[in-house]
C-alpha cells in the first residue's frame, strides 16, 4: 500500500502563485510514483481570484482538496487548522508564495524515511531585505534565550511532520497556537536542512507589521515567563533608587535649609520614566492576560464555509 504525502497550504489572495505552486509540486512528487499525494489548500476568505482558481485546480485533479473560511481567521489560526486536516503518514507545511522552495519536499521525504519524525527547513540566508531579515534573525535569537522550551531560530514552520507529530498537536486543544514553540516543546527525532529563501516573485506580502508584531507577542508570551519578572525586578529596583534619591533630598534639605531649592526638573523626569516604564509593562500584562483570555473563550480555530474534494 503506498504511504500519503499530505501538502498543507494556507493562503490569502495569493491568486499570483497559486496555479505556479500546484505545478511545481506536482513535478516534485511525479519523482515519488510509489507515494500517493493529497494538497490541502485553505483559503481565509480571499478578496481576490484564488478561490475561482482553486476550485479550478480542485475540478481537474481530485488529490487538490479546498477548505473555504467563513472570514478571514487570521495568520495563526487558519493555517494551523488546515495541519490537522491532513491525514497523510507524512505531513508538509508550506505557505502559497513560493518563499518555501516546493524542491525542498524533495529532501523533506528522503530525511523522514530515514527516520526523522520532524524534517525542518532552517532559513539561514535570504534574498528579501537584509535589515529585515536581520531583525527577525535577532529576535529568534533574543526568544531562544529567553524561552524555557529550546525554540529554533530560523525555523518559519515551513517542513515535513510524521503523522504521530501532527497527532500530538491534535490533542494540544489551543485556541491560538505558536506552532513554531510546539514543534520545538515536541522535539522528536528534528532534522534540520538549511535553505535560502527566495525573494518573492510576484504579488505582495501579507505580512504586515500587526501580523509580525502578533507573532512576535504569541511567541513571547507563549514560551517564557521572563517579561514578568523583568518587572516585578525593575520595579523593585525602581522603587529602590526613588527612596534613596528622595532620602539624599531630605538630608540634603534639612542639612541646608535656606539655600537648597529642589526645583521641578528632577521631578517632572522622574514622574515621565516611571510612567514609561509602568505603560510598558502594562502593556506586557495585558499580552499575557490577552493570551489567557483567548484559552478561556476556547473558540473554534476556524468556520469553515465549504469544503471540496474532502468526500
Given at each position: ?265 528632577p521631578l517632572v523626569t522622574g514622574m515621565f520614566f516611571l510612567g514609561g ?35
Amino acid at each position: 500500500m503506498k504511504k500519503l504525502i499530505s501538502i498543507v497550504t494556507p493562503c490569502y489572495n495569493e491568486e499570483e502563485n497559486v496555479e505556479e505552486l500546484h505545478s511545481q509540486i506536482l513535478q516534485v512528487m511525479a519523482e515519488f510514483p510509489d507515494y500517493d499525494i493529497e494538497h490541502i489548500y485553505i483559503d481565509n476568505a480571499s478578496t481576490d481570484r484564488t478561490v475561482p482558481l482553486l476550485r479550478k485546480l480542485a475540478a481537474k485533479d481530485k488529490r487538490v482538496k479546498l477548505i473555504l473560511n467563513s472570514r478571514n481567521f487570521g495568520h495563526i489560526r487558519s493555517p494551523f487548522h488546515g495541519l490537522l486536516q491532513a491525514r497523510g503518514d507524512a505531513v508538509v507545511y508550506m505557505v502559497s508564495d513560493l518563499q518555501d522552495p516546493p524542491y525542498m519536499i524533495k529532501e523533506f521525504i528522503k530525511k523522514w524515511e530515514e527516520g526523522g519524525k520532524i524534517v525542518i527547513g532552517i532559513k539561514n540566508r535570504s534574498e528579501e531585505s537584509r535589515m529585515f531579515f536581520l531583525f527577525r534573525s535577532m529576535y529568534y535569537r533574543i526568544l531562544r534565550r529567553m524561552s524555557e522550551v529550546p525554540l529554533i531560530d530560523d525555523y518559519t514552520g515551513f517542513g515535513l511532520y510524521d503523522q504521530r507529530v501532527v497527532e500530538i498537536l491534535r490533542q494540544t486543544n489551543d485556541p491560538y497556537p505558536y506552532l513554531r514553540g510546539l514543534i520545538a516543546d515536541i522535539n522528536l527525532d528534528v532534522v534540520r536542512i538549511k535553505y535560502t529563501q527566495p525573494k518573492r516573485k510576484r504579488g505582495i506580502t501579507k505580512n504586515n507589521f500587526y501580523t509580525l508584531f502578533d507573532m512576535a507577542m504569541l511567541g513571547l508570551t507563549n514560551n517564557t515567563k521572563i517579561p514578568l519578572r523583568v518587572a516585578t525586578i525593575l520595579g523593585f529596583i525602581t522603587a529602590t533608587i526613588s527612596f534613596l534619591v528622595g532620602l539624599f533630598y531630605f538630608i540634603y534639605k534639612l542639612c541646608d535649609w535656606q539655600d537648597f531649592s529642589l526645583g521641578l526638573a528632577p521631578l517632572v523626569t522622574g514622574m515621565f520614566f516611571l510612567g514609561g516604564v509602568q505603560l510598558l509593562f502594562l502593556g506586557i500584562l495585558g499580552e499575557y492576560i490577552g493570551a489567557i483570555y483567548t484559552q478561556v473563550l476556547h473558540r473554534p480555530l476556524v468556520i469553515e464555509k465549504e469544503r471540496i474534494n474532502f468526500d
